[in-house]
Nanobody, 120 residues
Framework: QVQLVESGGGLVQAGGSLRLSCVAS????????MAWYRQAPGKQRELVAR???????NDADSVKGRFNISRDNAKNTVYLQMNNLKPEDTAVYYC??????????????WGQGTQVTIFS
């Protein structure tokens, strides 16, 4: 099982920026995809941004133009650069990795989450 460790969360004023990092316990170059999800109190977990092994990205409409996901395979790390933060971005942010454990089986690993709180 791959271990994922997030960091970079914090308390920021609206309009500010944060960069989240997620370090994997092994090389990520052949992971099918890595992604950031978030969960606000009382709400379901939602996809924020995803990047595939080929570099394709997709973002939630609510963060388009403000957030950017990237990956550094040499550092086993995926990042989420968050700009122009809004109070509605407040949530626990989780890192997710999808990878094959066999030809037929893809599994998910999750990090423990990092809190992002935006105040106005």
């Amino acid at each position: 099982q791959v271990q994922l460790v997030e960091s970079g969360g914090g308390l920021v004023q609206a309009g500010g920026s944060l960069r989240l990092s997620c370090v994997a316990s092994r090389n990520i170059f052949n992971f099918n995809a890595m992604a950031w999800y978030r969960q606000a109190p009382g709400k379901q977990r939602e996809l924020v941004a995803r990047i595939t092994s080929g570099g394709s990205r997709n973002d939630a409409d609510s963060v388009k133009g403000r957030f950017n996901i990237s990956r550094d395979n040499a550092k086993n790390t995926v990042y989420l650069q968050m700009n122009n933060l809004k109070p509605e971005d407040t949530a626990v942010y989780y890192c997710n990795a999808k990878y094959q454990v066999s030809i037929e089986a893809e599994v998910d690993s999750w990090g423990q989450g990092t809190q992002v709180t935006i105040f106005s």
